[in-house]
T-cell receptor, first 111, second 113 residues
Framework: GQQLNQSPQSMFIQEGEDVSMNCTSS?????WLWYKQEPGEGPVLLIA?????ELTSNGRLTAQFGITRKDSFLNISASIPSDVGIYFC???????????FGGGTRLMVKP | DVKVTQSSRYLVKRTGEKVFLECVQD?????MFWYRQDPGLGLRLIYF???????EKGDIPEGYSVSREKKERFSLILESASTNQTSMYLC????????????FGSGTRLTVV
């Protein structure tokens, strides 16, 4: 089955800095999803991408569907303390009927 | 809003105990999922269900079973808990066969001692 590799595994940044993280797949995807899990909560969908090359924003968050269809990127501009959490990428499994998740990027923001 | 409720936030159980983790959703979703979350490994699917009394194995079903007697409730069962099952367990539900509408519960952190 697919494997999703996220990097970095964790980041510790200063408030106000921009953040970049990425996710690579062992196979081609036709959908990329990005979730955020805040401490003590379940993951919540941030952004969904459906087309190679697509760039989609949600506030200070911008995600891109890589043109090879094997990768995706999430950027956060001007980070704030409430950006703290674990960010997961996800895509369809081989059968296309459920999600496979990456290992997550843990983001910590120093005020 | 869809709500997925997991009955316990924290559980501590002894090795060999039978453990039940309960999950209830209130929006009539057909699909329900149990994931296990471990640092660096992301979310790994244990079992899922597309309908009442229906269950399918996910990626890591060994040591677990599930029960779905009613549409809104999906239970994860550890027949004989072991220390390597210490983890965060997340339940999710979704409508239809879409990939985007997963709603997760807040998780149950299980410690097996």
């Amino acid at each position: 089955g697919q494997q999703l590799n996220q990097s970095p595994q964790s980041m510790f940044i200063q408030e106000g800095e921009d953040v970049s993280m990425n996710c690579t797949s062992s196979s081609i995807f036709n959908t990329w999803l990005w979730y955020k899990q805040e401490p003590g909560e379940g993951p919540v969908l941030l952004i969904a991408l459906y087309k190679a090359g697509e760039l989609t924003s949600n506030g200070r968050l911008t995600a891109q569907f890589g043109i090879t269809r094997k990768d995706s990127f999430l950027n956060i501009s001007a980070s704030i303390p409430s950006d703290v959490g674990i960010y997961f990428c996800a895509g369809p499994n081989d059968a296309g009927n459920m999600l496979t998740f990456g290992g997550g990027t843990r983001l910590m923001v120093k005020p | 809003d869809v709500k997925v409720t997991q009955s316990s936030r924290y559980l501590v159980k002894r090795t060999g105990e039978k453990v039940f983790l309960e999950c209830v959703q209130d929006m009539d979703h057909e699909n329900m999922f149990w994931y296990r979350q471990d640092p660096g490994l992301g979310l790994r699917l244990i079992y899922f269900s597309y309908d009442v009394k229906m269950k399918e194995k996910g990626d890591i079903p060994e040591g677990y079973s599930v029960s779905r007697e009613k549409k809104e409730r999906f239970s994860l069962i550890l027949e004989s808990a072991s220390t390597n099952q210490t983890s965060m367990y997340l339940c999710a539900s979704s409508l239809g066969r879409g990939l985007y509408g997963y709603t997760f519960g807040s998780g149950t952190r299980l410690t097996v001692v």
